[in-house]
C-alpha cells in the first residue's frame, strides 16, 4: 500500500492554527480544589468506613502548548489525579476547568464531545490495547466514535498517525501481541493523537519500558509536543524523565502538591525539602561527582489516615511540632511568580 | 480459512458436524424405510443385511432410518438450546457485571436461586404444568442452563472492565454499548464459545435423558434418546437398538467440541497465526 505524501486531514492545519494562536499565558486548563476520595466499605449495611484521600485540595494550571510534569512517589495520587481531571473516575470534589469550561460538572453525553480534545496515554503498553482488535482498528476506533472519518479516509489518516509515531501503514493490519513494548506505546500515542486533542494526560507513558527505548519514546512525544503544539500533563515517578520534557513541574506527596516551578527553577533551586529529596535520589552518570544526598526514611503514610498538619512532617528533616498542626498553603516563593511551595520552613 | 483446511480438529469436526446436518435436512431422501413404520417380520432383524444396514428394533423399525430422522430432534434440541440459553446468559452477565451494583445484585441473586434448583425436579414440574414436546424440552433447558453462560461472563467483565484498554475506549468517548460489545464481550467470548460446544453435547445427552424418562419428546418422533431408551430392554439380545443411536449420539458430540477447539483458538489472534 501506498501512502500519500501529503494526507489531507484537517489536523496539520488545525494545529497551525492553534500554535500561531497560542499566546503563550493563555490558559487551557485550571485545576481547582481537586479531591478524590475513595471509600472503603464495611459492615453489614456496606456503611463507608474510611476514605482512602488519593487527592486532597489540589490547585494547578497548564497553559497552551505548555508540558507540565507530575512527579511524585508511587501512592502519590498522580494517577488518580490525572485519571480525575479527564472523568475516567469521577472526582470528589473541586473544578476542572478546560478552555473556561468546568468539565466536571458536564452531562455524560456533552462529557463524551469533550474526551475528543482531551487524551490519555497509558503506563503499561500491554494492557492498553484490546488484543482482539487490529491495530488500525483500535487506533481508528475514535474516530468512528466521533464520526470524524470513515473507509478510505479513515484508512489514511491510520497511516498518517502511524507513520507521525515513528511506524509504518503496513502495521495497521496486525494484532497488539505482535509488536515489542515500545511499538506499543506508540500504537498508544498513535490513538490518542487520532481525534486532535487539545490535552493530553501521559499517565506514565515510559515507566514500563527498558530504559533504551524510554529515551526513544520520550524524545518521539518531545517531537510531537514541537510539531503538533501539544498541550500535556506528563505523569512520572522520574524526575529525570521530566526534566527532560517539561516546561513546569508539580511535585506531589500524599495526594497534595508540595511544589510547582519551571523545571529549569525546581532543578537548580528546590525549595521544598521533599523536592530535594526526589532530587538527589536521580542518578549522576558521574562517579566522580560527590553529593549531599537526603534519604527518606520510611515508607509514604497510608492516605487513609494522613499526617495532621503537612502530610509530609513524618519524614521530614525539618520538620517541627508547629508542622503537626498547620496544614502549609501553598504560596508563592519570594517574588517569583511561577514558583510556589507548601512548607512553612522555607 | 485455507488454513483452517489444514487443521485436523476443523475438517474432522466439520465433516462429522456436516454429515448430521445433512442427514437432518435431507432425511426423507437418505432413509431407506419410512422411520416410523413396524414391520413384525423384521422385529430386531440383525444388522448388516441387505433390507435392514443397522438392523431393526423390537417392532421392525429401521435403525438407520430412524437415526437419521433422529438428528432433527437431536440437532435442533442442542443447537436452539444453547444458542438461547447463550443469548440470554451472555446478556445478562455482561450487563451485571458491567453496570454492577443493585442490577448486579438482582439478577447474580436470580442466577443463584435458579441454580439451587436441580434440573430434573424443573423440568418435570415445567412439563408436567406445560406438556412433553420439543420445544417445551428447549425452553427448559434455556431456562436453566443461562445461569452458567451469566456467570462465566459476569467474572469476564468484573476483570475486563478494570484493564486499561476498556477504560482507554471510555476515554475516547465510547458509548456504553460500544464498550460494552466491542472491548469486553470480544475478550470474554473464548470460555463461552467453549462452553457452548460443550453445552450443545450435554443438551443432546439431556434431551435423550428427557425422551427416556418420558418428558421428552413425542416418543412417536424418532429421537436418538428415545430409541437409546427403548433399545435399553434389549440391550442383552440385540445390541444394535441402543448401540447405534448411542453412536450417533457420540459422533455429533465429537464434532461438536473438535469444532469448539478450533473455534476457540480461531477467535484469538494470539494463537491464530
Known amino acids: 500500500m501506498t501512502i500519500p505524501e501529503q494526507v489531507p486531514t484537517t489536523v496539520s492545519s488545525h494545529h497551525q492554527e492553534t500554535t500561531t494562536r497560542a499566546l503563550r499565558d493563555e490558559l487551557l486548563l485550571e485545576v481547582k480544589g481537586l479531591r478524590k476520595y475513595f471509600p472503603i466499605r464495611g459492615g453489614v449495611f456496606s456503611r463507608v468506613v474510611a476514605n482512602v484521600k488519593a487527592v486532597e485540595d489540589m490547585n494547578f494550571t497548564i497553559k497552551r502548548g505548555e508540558v507540565v510534569g507530575l512527579v511524585g512517589e508511587s501512592g502519590s495520587g498522580k494517577t488518580t489525579a490525572g485519571r480525575a481531571i479527564l472523568r475516567l473516575i469521577e472526582p470528589t470534589a473541586g473544578e476542572v476547568l478546560f478552555d473556561g469550561v468546568d468539565v466536571v460538572t458536564l452531562s455524560k453525553a456533552k462529557m463524551r464531545e469533550y474526551r475528543r480534545k482531551m487524551q490519555i496515554i497509558f503506563q503499561d503498553p500491554f494492557a492498553s490495547l484490546n488484543p482482539r482488535m487490529s491495530v488500525g482498528d483500535i487506533i481508528g476506533e475514535a474516530l468512528t466514535i466521533h464520526n470524524l472519518a470513515h473507509g478510505k479516509a479513515k484508512e489514511a489518516r491510520v497511516a498518517d498517525l502511524l507513520e507521525r509515531v515513528g511506524m509504518n501503514a503496513g502495521h495497521m493490519r496486525r494484532y497488539p501481541h505482535e509488536f515489542s513494548g515500545g511499538q506499543r506505546q506508540r500504537i498508544g500515542i498513535a490513538r490518542a493523537l487520532a481525534v486532535d486533542p487539545d490535552f493530553i494526560v501521559a499517565d506514565e507513558p515510559v515507566s514500563a519500558l527498558d530504559v533504551s527505548i524510554q529515551a526513544q519514546v520520550v524524545n518521539l512525544l518531545q517531537d510531537l509536543k514541537d510539531e503538533l503544539g501539544l498541550t500535556m500533563l506528563f505523569i512520572a515517578h522520574d524526575l529525570g524523565v521530566v526534566e527532560y520534557i517539561s516546561d513546569k513541574v508539580i511535585v506531589m506527596y500524599l495526594g497534595r502538591i508540595m511544589e510547582i516551578a519551571p523545571a529549569k527553577e525546581l532543578y537548580h533551586n528546590p525549595v521544598h525539602p521533599y523536592t530535594e529529596a526526589l532530587l538527589t535520589a536521580v542518578p549522576i552518570p558521574d562517579p566522580t561527582i560527590k553529593r549531599e544526598r537526603v534519604i527518606l526514611q520510611g515508607d509514604i503514610p497510608s492516605p487513609i489516615n494522613p499526617p495532621s498538619g503537612c502530610v509530609f512532617r513524618t519524614r521530614c528533616p525539618l520538620a517541627t511540632e508547629e508542622c503537626k498542626h498547620v496544614v502549609p498553603p501553598l504560596e508563592q516563593v519570594g517574588t517569583d511568580p511561577n514558583h510556589f511551595k507548601a512548607c512553612i520552613h522555607r | ?273
Not at chain 2, 85 to 100: D, N, S
Not at chain 2, 138 to 160: D, N, P
Not at chain 2, 256 to 264: K, T, V
Open chain 2, 1 to 273: 480459512m485455507r488454513r483452517a483446511l489444514h487443521d485436523p480438529s476443523f475438517v474432522i469436526g466439520a465433516v462429522l458436524i456436516l454429515g448430521v446436518v445433512a442427514c437432518a435436512v435431507f432425511a426423507p431422501a437418505l432413509a431407506p424405510h419410512e422411520p416410523g413404520l413396524a414391520t413384525l417380520r423384521s422385529r430386531l432383524a440383525t444388522p448388516f443385511s441387505a433390507t435392514h444396514v443397522l438392523g431393526a428394533d423390537a417392532i421392525g423399525r429401521d435403525i438407520l432410518s430412524r437415526i437419521i430422522f433422529g438428528a432433527r430432534v437431536s440437532l435442533t434440541v442442542g443447537v436452539v438450546s444453547v444458542a438461547l440459553a447463550m443469548l440470554i446468559g451472555t446478556l445478562i452477565g455482561l450487563v451485571a457485571g458491567y453496570f454492577g451494583g443493585l442490577l448486579d445484585t438482582l439478577l447474580m441473586r436470580l442466577a443463584d436461586i435458579q441454580l439451587s434448583f436441580p434440573f430434573i425436579l424443573l423440568a418435570i414440574t415445567v412439563i408436567a404444568v406445560i406438556g412433553p414436546g420439543m420445544w417445551k424440552v428447549i425452553f427448559v433447558m434455556a431456562l436453566t442452563q443461562w445461569v452458567q453462560y451469566a456467570r462465566i461472563v459476569r467474572g469476564q467483565t468484573l476483570s475486563l472492565k478494570e484493564r486499561e484498554f476498556v477504560q482507554a475506549a471510555s476515554g475516547l468517548g465510547a458509548s456504553h454499548a460500544r464498550v460494552m460489545f466491542q472491548h469486553i464481550l470480544l475478550n470474554a467470548l473464548t470460555p463461552v464459545t467453549v462452553l457452548a460446544t460443550l453445552g450443545i453435547a450435554n443438551n443432546i445427552l439431556l434431551e435423550a435423558g428427557l425422551t427416556f424418562l418420558g418428558l421428552g419428546v413425542d416418543p412417536t418422533i424418532p429421537s436418538w434418546g428415545g430409541m437409546l431408551a427403548d433399545g435399553r430392554n434389549y440391550i442383552e439380545r440385540a445390541w444394535w437398538v441402543a448401540t447405534f443411536p448411542g453412536l450417533a449420539i457420540t459422533v455429533t458430540v465429537l464434532g461438536f467440541n473438535l469444532l469448539g477447539d478450533w473455534l476457540r483458538d480461531r477467535l484469538d489472534p494470539r494463537t491464530s497465526t
